[in-house]
Structures are given as structure tokens and as C-alpha cells.
């Protein structure tokens, strides 16, 4: 059967345009290093890449939670270890004062010491995280939680939990539980001290020692449950870097070009570009003849 020369051409038009489409398709892949430029490219592994950078998208969220928990923990475990120091402090300064030998003048300056440690307390309670945020205020972080009132120490934040999302639907309490009576308690056995410091009362100071051993154990264990934590977190961190690593790998794997096989890719087309191109021009001439006879 005689195929028409108006058909011919049509052919050679819708060959060249196709030709046309994979050449610059291919030249957009060698150009941006990417499979597809847009979802109607290749439906399913846009699909793909939409789902993992998603799933990205969330580690990176949780990795700036861990960070918030990193910092409270970090911060957290420190203040309390430095808060103990500063009762070991008071303790050796007990014991120095239940020696029976001490004078008045000695005993003052026991007093004396133990005011500075008081103040090291209150500066220790009102420890400010990055941002303003006060470390033991609860949820009312912008609030300075402690001040000294007469002989004893006020506390004006709350012991609302501070709950940080570490994993999927994993919540983890990150401020000091009982922060504010934690150190309302060491400012009132210390202010005890000062009182039976300033009597000389053997026994009262020998309470004293004791109340100042005991706050050293219940500081230990509360700092090592925030090492505890921070260990925890430190561990999901590290979790948490692996996956986004083995996303960001499937998303390369999903999205990006074989840089050798698009440039192979790319001059092929290109050849078959030229080729449709050169057989387009030779039709458009035997279309003219067929015209002019």
C-alpha cells in the first residue's frame, strides 16, 4: 500500500518530536544530577522520594529534640554534681564545728562560709540554659525560680514536667523532678547549720552532719538518674544520625543519576536527535518535490 507523503512527513515530525523529548530530558538529568525533574517524570520514584524525605524530616525533628534533652541533662547532671560539692563543702565545715575547741570568733567564721555557700546554692538554682531558659523553673522557663526571702528560699517556678519527644511517641521528662523543694531543703539544713553553728550545741551540729550526709546521697543518686538519661540520649543521638544516613542513601539512590550513564545517556540522544533531525530535513525536500510535480 502507498504511504502518502503527508503521512510520511507526519511521521518523521512525530519522530523528531519524540527524539526531541528524551534529547532534553536527557540533557535536564546530566545538568541538575537528577532521574526526574517532576512527579509526572516517573510517578512511583517521586512517590518514593516524597515518603523518605518525609521520614528525614522527622529524624531531623527528633535530632532537634535530643538536642533540647542534651542540653537539659548536660546541664541538669553538672548543677547537681556542683550543687553537692557545695554540700561535701558544708559538711567538712560541720564537722569542723562540732569540734568542742572552737570559740566564738571561730564558729562566726564558720557562719560566715556557709552564707557564701548559701549563695552559691541560689546561683547554682537559678542556672539558665540557652535562650534564658531557667533549668529548674518547670514549664515556666522564663521565670527565675529562686530568691532569697528572710531566712529562707523562695521558689517561684513550677514541678511541671519538661517532656521531650526522644523517639516516635517516646516522651522523656528532661527537667529535675522536685527541683524547687530539692533546693528549698538544702538552703533551710544549711540555714539550720548556721543556727546551731552560732550556739556551739554539739549535738545540734552533729544533726546537722548528718542532714549534710544525707543530702549528699539523695544529690548522687539524683545526678546519676540525669547521667542515666543523658546516656540514653546520647545513644539515640547516635541511632538517630544512622538512620538519616541510610534515608539520605535511599534518596540518592531514588532521585539521583548515574553521572557516566547520563552523560553516555545524554550523548545517545543527542546522536538520535541529529539523526531524526537530518531524515526530518530530507522529508521536508521530497515533500517540496512531490509538491512542485
Known sequence: MRISTTTQWQTYMSDAQRASDRYLSAQRQVATGLRFQTAADDPQGAQTVISLTALTNRYKQLDANLTVAKEYLNNGESILGQTNDAVQSAYTLALQGANGTNDTAARQGLVSQINELQTRIVSLG????????????????????????????????????????????????????????????????????????????????????????????????????????????????????????????????????????????????????????????????????????
Open 126 to 293: 537559678n542556672t539558665q540554659l540557652s535562650g534564658g531558659r531557667y533549668l529548674f523553673s518547670g514549664q515556666l522557663t522564663s521565670t527565675k525560680p529562686f530568691a532569697v526571702s528572710g531566712s529562707a528560699l523562695a521558689f517561684n517556678g513550677d514541678d511541671n514536667a519538661v517532656n521531650v519527644e526522644v523517639r516516635p511517641a517516646d516522651l522523656m521528662r528532661v527537667n529535675q523532678q522536685g527541683a524547687g523543694a530539692l533546693y528549698q531543703d538544702i538552703y533551710a539544713k544549711l540555714e539550720t547549720l548556721k543556727s546551731n553553728l552560732a550556739t556551739g550545741d554539739a549535738n545540734l551540729i552533729g544533726q546537722s552532719v548528718t542532714d549534710m550526709q544525707n543530702l549528699g546521697t539523695q544529690l548522687t543518686q539524683l545526678r546519676a538518674d540525669q547521667g542515666s538519661k543523658l546516656q540514653t540520649v546520647q545513644s539515640l543521638a547516635s541511632d538517630n544520625a544512622r538512620r538519616k544516613e541510610d534515608l539520605t542513601a535511599q534518596v540518592s539512590d531514588a532521585q539521583d543519576v548515574d553521572i557516566a550513564e547520563a552523560m553516555t545517556n545524554y550523548q545517545q540522544n543527542q546522536n538520535a536527535y541529529q539523526a531524526a533531525l537530518t531524515v526530518l530535513a530530507q522529508g521536508s525536500k521530497l515533500s517540496l518535490l512531490d509538491y512542485m510535480r
